[in-house]
């Protein structure tokens, strides 16, 4: 009888298995319809144990009050769990991004781009990261400009996203 999860399609276990041999911590990587979550989570017999979680919600806090689930704050995400991971004196990881696609410049890679520029120690190749200006929310910012009808549930004006990006990441890594 096969498990119970992999019957769900929830879990991948040869891949997990792998990524357990390694006995690295792994930067469990997830996104839902209303943010992206990211946590560094250490294999135990007992069962996985949580050291440092970091979501898009708590990026209000630093004055992000854009959208929670693009680019810009999934790399603010991954700087935020990298600043937090220096405090637990963690420094190094292994990406572990379920059953999402690795896609060239997705937003799951760009946790990984920010924690990695956050300063946790994280394979990614830079052609696979998104490139900086979709970083800096850019994209977001021109799309604006020709389409202004479809940001009606935006609280910031889209003009300014590339500006609070910068804000927000000065105070995470330190250099904007």
């Known amino acids: 009888m096969e498990y119970k999860r992999k019957i769900q399609n929830r879990t991948n276990y040869r891949k997990r298995l792998m990524l357990l041999k390694s006995e690295n911590i792994r930067l469990v990587i ?12 250490q294999y135990y017999p007992e069962g996985d144990k949580t ?3 970091a979501n898009s919600r708590e990026l209000i806090k ?3 009050k854009a959208p929670r689930r693009n680019i810009p704050t999934a790399y603010l995400v991954g700087a ?39 300063g946790l120690n994280i394979e990614i190749g830079d ?3 998104p490139k900086q200006e979709r970083i800096e ?11 202004k009808g479809r ?4 609280q910031i004006d889209p003009a300014e996203l590339p500006n609070m990006f910068k804000e927000v990441k000065k105070k995470l890594i330190g250099n904007g």
């Not at 997830?30 to 989570?41: D, M, T």
């Not at 940001?151 to 935006?154: A, D, R, V």
């Open 30 to 41: 997830r996104r839902s319809l209303r943010g992206v979550c990211a946590q560094l989570v």
């Open 51 to 53: 050291l440092v979680s």
């Open 62 to 64: 630093l004055g992000y």
């Open 80 to 118: 935020l769990i990298a600043k937090k991971s220096k405090e637990k004196s963690i420094i190094k990881a292994v990406a572990d991004i379920g059953f999402y696609a690795p896609i060239h410049g997705s937003v799951i890679l760009s946790v990984i781009k920010g924690a990695k520029d956050g």
């Open 127 to 129: 052609e696979a990261a």
């Open 137 to 147: 929310g850019k994209h977001i910012a021109n799309y604006y400009e020709k389409e």
């Open 151 to 154: 940001f009606s549930k935006y």
